[in-house]
């Protein structure tokens, strides 16, 4: 069970000390927006670099971008070990996923709320992750939808029937009152933003939430 923490609801002006807050987590978030694929503007190459010069820690880059075949490999480049790429913006999935591993980086497919299973479902040999979002893309502090958790119950089965050692993440809305359905349907990487960075102690609320998605899959 990861908890990948979004940086998106730190304090930017702080971000290296916003990330050495949070010791506990398995990896932080990076949400990469273009203000065309979303309507938000937010990270880009040079904040990733940043960031690299200043944790050890696991970066997790999830670009909601109109052109990821053309932008992710420079993510990898940066120093990222994860990047995720949106199943409905990709042109080519498995170039762009074995041009990522080539890197050293971990590939990650993400479905956004509307968008079914099946447009994965070929791929999964090729990346290493699928992000299913909970939210509608684009902002923090979203609530939570439910109507997501069969589709990660999908997701899980079919990696499960493929055998293959796949994380399967959530992102949007998850906190304390969610994490555990989303534990329970077969997720076990978690990304949470403002539950984590409007705690009164951070690393406090990974270490909570780790321990209820441990609860919620039942080992």
């Given amino acids: 069970m990861r908890i990948t923490p979004s940086i998106l609801n730190a304090d930017f002006a702080r971000l290296g000390d916003e990330i050495a807050r949070i010791p506990s987590a398995d990896a932080i978030h990076v949400d990469v927006m273009d203000a065309h694929f979303v309507p938000n503007l937010t990270f880009g190459v040079s904040m ?23 932008w992710a490999l420079s993510y990898a480049e940066a120093g990222a070990e994860s990047v995720t790429f949106h199943a409905e913006a990709v042109k080519a999935p498995v170039r762009l996923a074995r041009e990522l591993r080539s890197k050293g980086a971990r590939a990650g497919v993400a479905l956004n709320p509307a968008t079914g299973v099946d447009r994965i479902a070929g791929i999964l040999g090729e990346v290493d992750m699928v992000l299913c979002m909970t939210v509608e893309p684009g902002f923090g502090g979203q609530k939570f939808l439910d109507l997501v958790l069969p589709k990660i119950r999908a997701v899980r089965q079919l990696v499960s029937d493929a055998g293959l050692d796949i994380w399967v993440q959530v992102d949007g809305g998850v906190s304390v009152e969610t994490i555990e359905r989303c534990a329970e349907a077969g997720a076990d990487t978690f990304v949470a933003g403002s539950a984590v960075y409007r705690a009164e102690n951070p690393d406090a609320m990974v270490n909570q939430l780790r321990e209820l998605a441990i609860a919620g899959c039942g080992h």
């Fill in 48 to 70: 990733v670099e940043a960031l690299r010069t200043t944790t050890t820690q696991m970066l997790d880059i999830h670009l909601m971008i109109a052109d990821p075949d053309r």
